[in-house]
T-cell receptor
Framework: KAGVTQTPRYLIKTRGQQVTLSCSPISGHRSVSWYQQTPGQGLQFLFEYFSETQRNKGNFPGRFSGRQFSNSRSEMNVSTLELGDSALYLC??????????????????FGAGSRLTVL | SQQGEEDPQALSIQEGENATMNCSYKTSINNLQWYRQNSGRGLVHLILIRSNEREKHSGRLRVTLDTSKKSSSLLITASRAADTASYFCATDETSGSRLTFGEGTQLTVNP
């Protein structure tokens, strides 16, 4: 089955602009998580969506937002871009333990990422 | 902030040697996972160990977990050049909750 698809793979923006990144999860996965990866901060959790509802949110300013659609596809938006927003944005999907009827782990399947450069 | 700290930050070995990476974490966990990331790509899940397990094997991978010391290790035996990647540990505090990743170990396997 198809993996997690992220678009676009690369993009360049200037300060003050906004950007929208898209993520299509694995078929059947209803949970989508977003992470920001930078050399200095490592992998930082942004937010998680399940059934169109935000379940968890990381410690990022309100300029970072997301949503999930009824088909589980997700988008994240960053407004008023800053230089420090340059990063690899990773989306991951998973089957929640409740979906599997097991008490278990949140095993993530990642997309290849969207590399954002802010000039 | 990162839950885990990994040690070493970078490791360079020759093909055929074993590679050991360590991860320490701060809070009680439900389980611990290891992921691999090839340069600039997404992460790939390698192995999961639950908090009530002490050791787990998968092919050339061996993971140990010591909850009393809040630490885990990943051993890759008979390493190959294709194992060159960054390796991250990830923990969740309760079943199904969000994962918190360590800072990663950059492994280089020289042919």
């Amino acid at each position: 089955k198809a993996g997690v698809t992220q678009t676009p793979r690369y993009l360049i923006k200037t300060r003050g602009q906004q950007v929208t990144l898209s993520c299509s999860p694995i078929s059947g996965h209803r949970s989508v998580s977003w992470y920001q990866q930078t050399p200095g901060q490592g992998l930082q959790f942004l937010f998680e969506y399940f059934s169109e509802t935000q379940r968890n949110k990381g410690n990022f300013p309100g300029r970072f937002s997301g949503r999930q659609f009824s088909n589980s596809r997700s988008e994240m938006n960053v407004s008023t871009l800053e230089l420090g927003d340059s990063a690899l944005y990773l989306c991951a999907s998973s089957l929640l333990s409740t979906d599997r009827g097991l008490s278990g782990a949140n095993v993530l399947t990642f997309g290849a990422g969207s590399r954002l450069t802010v000039l | 902030s990162q839950q885990g700290e990994e040690d070493p930050q970078a490791l360079s070995i020759q093909e055929g040697e074993n590679a050991t990476m360590n991860c320490s974490y701060k809070t009680s966990i439900n389980n611990l996972q290891w992921y691999r990331q090839n340069s600039g790509r997404g992460l790939v899940h390698l192995i999961l160990i639950r908090s009530n397990e002490r050791e787990k094997h998968s092919g050339r991978l061996r993971v140990t977990l010591d909850t009393s010391k809040k630490s885990s290790s990943l051993l890759i035996t008979a390493s190959r050049a294709a194992d060159t990647a960054s390796y991250f540990c990830a923990t969740d505090e309760t079943s199904g909750s969000r994962l918190t990743f360590g800072e990663g170990t950059q492994l280089t396997v020289n042919p």
